[in-house]
């Protein structure tokens, strides 16, 4: 029978952390003047991190008692503490850390090839922030390719599958990783149709090669070997045969030039001829969800990358004034996306172009570098031609629970003669300075309109910003 003690021996080992005593090593983090250095020992580094027990005797710095420094300037004095207290203790405490960053914790904890906790953390995020992990989504997903997380990828492929356009349609597609791309196609349940795959295949292919002439008419053979170098890894995953035959001559006769001659043979033959037997294989055809018939019940999605399905349920209940949040799926109202900053642009412009003149609106922002997610309800919505205030009782703003934002705050129109403004400098504008996007940026001035602050006065950058107009189903 063994006898286990770990607790105290963690404890120890983190005591001794916090002394200092012996030490041979001063490791130096952050950047002046959020800096701090720790008092380590090599011997505990050489069994419980080897990557910074390599840096300790790689490192030529050393101060005026012989003691080697490592500097870490690129890495925050919250990440590394969590990080050497791990290394010591073997324990990591979570609570009442922002989810911005935990994810960064996973990054350095990888970089610091501490294998365990990097799939320790990944299951945390995924289990315990699945909302916040959908919020930045082209981020996730780049990183986890960029890292190898093989579990945030699984994570972040099923989502793809099921909603395909956060990364076919996004800004970022053409610096996707390889590897991403292929994960990707390659699925059988993936919700697109197979022309549109080919479209965003060949989009990311030739958006890989500088060489290539922006004019297709001006192409020769050696062009089209680069892309079929460029898309060796792709093309076996595209589905020719279920391409419908009125998409063959506009889509693949174009690129006819990158497929192996026996395929391309095949792709005609079977276009005009499907019961004649082939040699090339015959991929089976992606399993497409059609739409559920009513009868057995409604599932709502919302298209967002800032907002959940709870929150679009939350702020249908406050925009209907009830005091119980509708359920999920018995949300009443359908949320049209309309205007995606990172889509569409952020200038005030893009704002009027999309949304001048249209009724019930909802804005949501995503704070940067935080996990505020703010917006605000105007139901009679901003006027071009109308310079100033206009009048309603049933706009609000509000801040939404999400990752450690514990809770929402729901700010209702104190002074209705007040509560949306408009004019050709502002965007979307709630009150005058209560919450507003002045030019480019977002900021609040102060209370004017509504009966408190969702944040306090300030001008904040945003990740992203969304303009949703509801209706009733």
């Known amino acids: 029978m063994t006898l286990n003690f770990y607790e105290n021996l963690s404890n120890d080992y983190v005591k001794l952390l916090e002394n200092g005593n012996e030490h041979n090593i001063i490791i130096e983090v952050g950047e002046p003047p959020v800096m701090q250095t720790f008092k380590v020992h090599s011997t505990v580094l050489c069994y419980r991190c080897p990557y910074l027990y390599d840096e300790f005797k790689k490192s030529t710095i050393n101060n005026d008692d012989n003691i080697k420094i490592i500097q870490k300037p690129q890495i925050s004095v919250k990440v590394f503490d969590i990080i050497i207290k791990y290394i010591y203790g073997a324990t ?18 990888n970089q610091f090839q501490l294998e365990e906790l990097v799939e320790r953390l990944q299951t945390f995020l995924i289990e315990n922030h699945p909302s916040w992990l959908k919020l930045n989504f082209s981020k996730i997903y780049f990183s986890s390719f960029q890292t190898d997380f093989k579990a945030l990828q699984n994570f972040c492929d ?19 990783p390889e590897a991403a791309l292929v994960s990707i196609i390659q699925r059988d349940d993936l919700q697109l149709e197979e022309s549109k795959i080919w479209d965003c295949v060949i989009q990311w292919g030739t958006a890989q090669s500088k060489t290539l002439p922006s004019n297709f008419n001006d192409w020769i053979e050696k062009d089209f070997q680069i892309l079929r170098n460029t898309l060796q890894q792709c093309l076996p995953h595209i589905r020719y045969f279920q391409i419908p035959n ?6 693949l006769v174009p690129f006819q030039q990158i497929f192996d001659k026996t395929l391309w043979v095949d792709i005609l033959k079977y276009s005009m001829t499907p019961d004649k037997p082939i040699t090339s294989t015959i991929l089976p055809p992606r399993k497409i969800v059609t739409n559920q018939l009513p009868n057995r ?8 990358l800032i907002i959940t399905n709870e929150h679009a349920a939350e702020i249908a209940s406050w925009i209907d004034k009830k005091e119980v949040t509708y359920d999920v799926n018995n949300n009443p109202y359908e949320f049209n996306l309309i205007l995606r900053g990172s889509r569409d642009g952020f200038g005030v412009d893009v704002f009027w172009n999309l949304c001048n003149q249209k009724t019930n609106l909802v804005v949501v922002v995503k704070v940067k570098d935080t996990d505020e997610i703010l917006g605000g309800y105007n139901p009679i919505g ?6 100033g205030f206009s009048e309603t009782n049933d706009s609000f703003i509000f801040s ?13 129109v104190k002074n209705a003669s007040k509560a949306i403004y408009s004019e ?10 209560d919450f507003r996007m002045y030019r480019n940026t977002f900021n609040i001035y102060g209370i004017n309109s509504y009966e408190k602050l969702i944040r306090k006065p300030a001008e904040f950058s945003i990740d992203d910003y969304e303009v949703f107009q509801v209706k009733k189903r």
């Open 92 to 109: 990591v405490n979570l609570e009442k850390v922002e989810t911005s960053i935990i994810f960064d914790l996973l990054i350095t904890a």
């Open 158 to 176: 099923d989502i793809i599958a099921k909603h395909p356009s956060l990364i076919f349609e996004s800004n970022d597609f053409n610096t996707l």
């Open 246 to 251: 009125e998409n063959i001559i506009e889509k």
């Open 297 to 304: 019940g409604y599932t709502f999605q919302i298209t967002s």
């Open 382 to 387: 901003w006027n071009s031609s109308t310079f």
């Open 400 to 412: 939404l629970k999400n990752g450690n934002i514990e809770n929402h705050i729901l700010v209702r």
């Open 424 to 433: 050709s400098d502002f965007g979307p504008n709630f009150g005058g300075n």
